[in-house]
């Protein structure tokens, strides 16, 4: 017999703000913004006075490659990157080129920032930039990052990577208002140019191809595919913010910088004593000398933080791509094994960590420039040209965003920026294969080593070459079987949820009686914000009472448990499926026990905006969702159907 209801107890709530669309300007834009800190000096030494229009060419592919991988990751929300378009316009092969490929260019993105970081700390002291102090400083900051990769990522880091990335273009714009004020003329490097022999031909184009270094963080950035839920406003807005940052990072720097540090003989020290820091070589060019020692300090420690920040973004790109790889059964599964607890890839971060730190060895900076040219390009020829063909693949399925200025052909259409992205990309790849022999020889090697690791675990596990196979995170996390120390309970203020607690109470508890100890069930309640509202509008105080109600609720129920802990907590979203999985993600929890909802038994007719057969399932989309995107045990749970009460909950109006 149940105990008298007692009073509720007071619960303590709070909404925990979700990854957004500025997640991914943060992440992309971080190594966007990085990029001009190392290469600058490169594309100077071989673009000479026509650097300005070697990094014009590369805002202009940036603009072109970000409208490419919205539109991809909208239609296909997977990790991945150009992987996972290549999945879906080629096949597993063609997949596995394009991430295999990329894989090494964030290796080598993360050696020459965290290289540059105690060039640029060599503003508060000259001894970080030589010797042992510069490797150790380089160790550190890779072992930093490992630390956090390992930790996991949410939405309040994001929120300091978006913060520093408007302190860098603030700087940046800064130092270019700087110089145009102390009548520095931005068109002093143009007069040097002697085009064939100052720059010759081959180092133009070398030049113009390595400074589309900064493609890596769109890459990065769409490996939160999934987590951000994209709206084609938003997106529109990342595409001409980002293009127009892209502008004043590449080409308002490189005109100051050439006519700071001037082209002299053919060379300039951009490319010589500063390659290392270039743009405190920029900024020594400045009169008087308090502007120059000011400007030199802010530029030397912003640097360091968004160099450490691009380390951090280029191991957050590799190792959702690698548990990607994983999961596809493209690379051993061991190398996208999960944490127990954080839910994170951390072999292979541990893997990217030891290979970073042997590319730091290397002094050869336009060696390593040449070899990421070479896998970065080859990725986005493939993505541009994955763009072209799911428009004719999937012409009907649904977008978020769409490339524009597109040529109707048949049932489909090719995206015009998406088919000159293609073609500049593949050029620019050709030329570093017949111009920079290192670069071929590395690059070559690299490809056709993962070629023959992808053949033989293909060939000795039994697949396809090409087609799909994939294994559940699930299989990919590290945990001892039937482990429920915390588990998240997704409840909706219904009276079936105390059936859904009480489950998950009987689990928490039997870890009491073998002896574990500690179980915490965690109820969760997401308030569902319609899309055409912002995700910080206000709650209404009638809901948020019923949300503490409910949670009230459940935190009687599962303390009824001997030794089981409840712990509450808020959250706001679109969708409850993706939010689910967020939080659990996030909060590392072994399982989620969870009110399976009752399918959709009609796909529905023109009115309805459905087309097709009814829909031939036992669980309804969220339940769905949920089973196959949780990266822990899912424990689905509900009363037979002619018992089950209506699984929509109608939220009040939010304002």
Sequence with gaps: MKAAPRALPRVRTRIIRTLGVPALFAVGMSSVGASVYFALGVVARDALGLTPVAFLVAAAFLGITMMTYLEAASLHPERGGASTFARYAFDELWSFVAGWAILLDYLIVMALAATAVPHYLAAFWGGTGRGAVEEIVAIAVIGWVAWVNVRGLHANRLGLVLRLVLVNLAVLAAVVAAGLLIGIDPRAGFDTVELGSVPTWEGLIFATVIATVAMTGIEAASGLAGEVPLRGRELRRVVVSGSAAGLVLFVGISLMALAAVPVVGGTTELGGTYIGAPLLGVVSGYEPSWLMGGLGLIVGLVGALVLVQAVNTNMLGLSRLAYSLATNRQIPSAVGRLHRQRSTPYVAVGIASVAALGLVTFTDIEFLLGIFAFGALLTLTIAHVSVIVLRFREPESERAYRVPLSLAIGRGSVPLPALAGALASFGGWVSVVLLHEGARVAGIAWMAAGLALYVVYRL???????????????????????????????????????????????????????????????????????????????????????????????KEVGEEYEGVEVATAMVRGRTLGAEIVSEARRRGVEAIVLAAEEPTRMAGGGRFGGRGLPVDRSVGEMTKYVVEKAACRVVLTAPAAEEMPAVSRPDAAIE
């Design 460 to 554: 000795a596990e039994g697949h396809s070459l090409t087609r799909r196979f994939t294994v559940s995170a699930d299989a990919l996390r590290e945990r001892p079987e039937a482990e429920y120390g915390s588990i998240l309970v997704p409840i909706v203020g219904r009276p079936l949820d105390d059936d859904i607690v009480g489950t998950a109470g009987r689990l928490a508890s039997e870890e009491v009686e073998r002896g574990e100890g500690g179980p915490v069930i965690e109820a969760l309640y997401v308030i569902q914000v319609p899309m055409s509202l912002p995700l910080d509008a206000r709650v209404p105080d009638e809901q948020v009472a019923a949300a503490r109600r409910a949670l009230a609720r459940a």
